[in-house]
């Protein structure tokens, strides 16, 4: 089944504590991308990825690392986490021509 | 930078009616596309219609279709014959395209209620 997973669906952590993320699609698509949803902003993109080793920064982000070692995985790293970051998170990823974008679950994350 | 702006944080319509969504966008390229999205309380994202701003013809997916003012940058998304589960919140967004390219921004969010 095609799908982007995301882990954990849920996590609570305290504030400073480094976290990660995963992401991962089966799809071989080139594009991936991390949003996070708070109440009355919608989606904010934080960093999106082209390929291989190419990420490029979107709105909103201060406070977040990326990487993309390999075509699939995308993970999104909390350094130093902190209550302002808590919010639904959401990983997508799309193919050529970027006709539509496949989002995972979405991870809830609350910091403390 | 682009921005997207829905200025209806709640809409309410009758199962079998029309309701139309509305939603306002800016941007400085010329070559860009524009979505809807659809989020049901499962918080799973699901693609409702796609636009490209090259086309002039609007987009049309079964119920669902937008009225795509490329002037006005204006992309309303109507909802015909309106069914208990199309209760959802629905995002509208733009993917700038050109340089930014897979730079999407969303606007706040419209929670649509369908009464039986």
């Known amino acids: 089944e095609a799908q982007v997973t995301q882990n954990p669906r849920y996590l609570i952590t305290v504030t400073g504590k480094k976290l990660t993320v995963t992401c991962s699609q089966n799809m071989n698509h080139e594009y991936m991308s991390w949003y996070r949803q708070d109440p009355g902003l919608g989606l904010r993109q934080i960093y999106y990825s082209m390929n291989v080793e190419v990420t490029d920064k979107g709105d909103v982000p201060e406070g977040y690392k990326v990487s993309r070692k390999e075509k699939r995985n995308f993970p999104l790293i909390l350094e130093s986490p902190s209550p302002n970051q808590t919010s639904l998170y959401f990983c997508?990823?799309?193919?050529?021509?970027?006709?539509?974008?496949?989002f995972g679950p979405g991870t809830r994350l609350t910091v403390t | 930078a682009q921005t997207v702006t829905q200025s209806q944080p709640e809409m309410s319509v009758q199962e079998a009616e029309t309701v139309t969504l509305s939603c306002t966008y800016d941007t400085s390229e010329s070559d860009y596309y524009l979505f809807w999205y659809k989020q049901p309380p499962s918080r799973q994202m699901i693609l409702v219609i796609r636009q490209e701003a090259y086309k002039q013809q609007n987009a049309t997916e079964n119920r669902f279709s937008v009225n795509f003012q490329k002037a006005a940058k204006s992309f309303s998304l109507k909802i015909s014959d309106s069914q208990l589960g199309d209760a959802a919140m629905y995002f509208c967004?733009?993917?700038?395209?050109?340089?930014?390219?897979?730079?999407?921004?969303f606007g706040q969010g419209t929670i649509l209620t369908v009464h039986p």
């Open positions: 997508a990823s799309a193919g050529q021509g970027f006709y539509e974008q496949y």
């Open positions: 967004a733009c993917d700038a395209g050109g340089t930014s390219y897979g730079k999407l921004t």
